[in-house]
């Protein structure tokens, strides 16, 4: 079945740190979108990706969508506490259906 | 605006007995999903629907899960029986505000977490 390698799992980062992370499938999607989820709620849009090649930017975050459609990479420039949380990756089908990656678990220590 | 509305925002019930799940997408939205997230299987697509009718629904677990969408703005994700396995935080998501740039960006209600015991 159609998998998102999502990765780092965790990781621990210094307040002012620029943080990466990427996903990878053996699929092919037509959009990638990454969310942010934190405690008690659901997931929330941060970043959506269209097309091959695109690099789109919120803030402080930048994200790209692979040439190959089959990963994307996001980053976050100078991280601050309130950049913690689970942050996912998801891919689209045409279908309108998606996969999620397992996530990325974000800590920023002031 | 209101977002997608959950209800209830937590359940907890006996094995065996019926949980009833429910959701209010975003008004004008015309697709709804159904997700399901734990620790070990992260966030799995249960179902989703297109103006009211059911597309995909092979990410049901069992017969013992249903999902119904009466209407434009209202489904329900029932178990019943229900078993330990299926505590997890169930989440509906709507999307497709149509001529709106976001048009196939899904927007997650706050989930409702549902302890079997």
């Known amino acids: 079945g159609q998998q998102l390698n999502q990765s780092p799992q965790s990781m621990f980062i210094q307040e002012g740190e620029d943080v990466s992370m990427n996903c990878t499938s053996s699929s092919i999607f037509n959009t990638w979108l990454w969310y942010k989820q934190e405690p008690g709620e659901g997931p929330v849009l941060l970043i959506a990706?269209?097309?091959?090649?695109e690099l789109t930017s919120n803030g402080r975050l930048t994200a790209q969508f692979g040439i190959t459609r089959k990963d994307s990479f996001l980053n976050i420039s100078a991280s601050i506490p309130s950049d913690v949380g689970i942050y996912f990756c998801a891919g689209r089908f045409p279908s309108n259906d998606m996969r999620f990656g397992a996530g990325t678990r974000l800590t920023v220590k002031p | 605006d209101a977002g997608v509305i959950q209800s209830p925002r937590h359940e907890v019930t006996e094995m065996g007995q019926e949980v009833t799940l429910r959701c209010k997408p975003i008004?004008?939205?015309?697709?709804l999903f159904w997700y399901r997230q734990t620790m070990m299987r992260g966030l799995e697509l249960l179902i989703y629907?297109?103006?009211?009718?059911?597309?995909?629904d092979s990410g049901m677990p069992e017969d013992r899960f249903s999902a119904k969408m009466p209407n434009a703005s209202f489904s329900t994700l029932k178990i019943q029986p229900s078993e330990p396995r299926d505590s997890a935080v169930y989440f509906c998501?709507?999307?497709?505000?149509?001529?709106?740039?976001?048009?196939?960006?899904?927007?997650f209600g706050p989930g409702t977490r549902l302890t079997v015991l």
């Open positions: 629907f297109n103006n009211n009718v059911p597309i995909d």
């Open positions: 990706l269209y097309k091959a090649g």
């Open positions: 998501a709507s999307s497709g505000l149509a001529g709106a740039s976001s048009y196939n960006e899904q927007f």
């Open positions: 008004s004008g939205h015309d697709y």
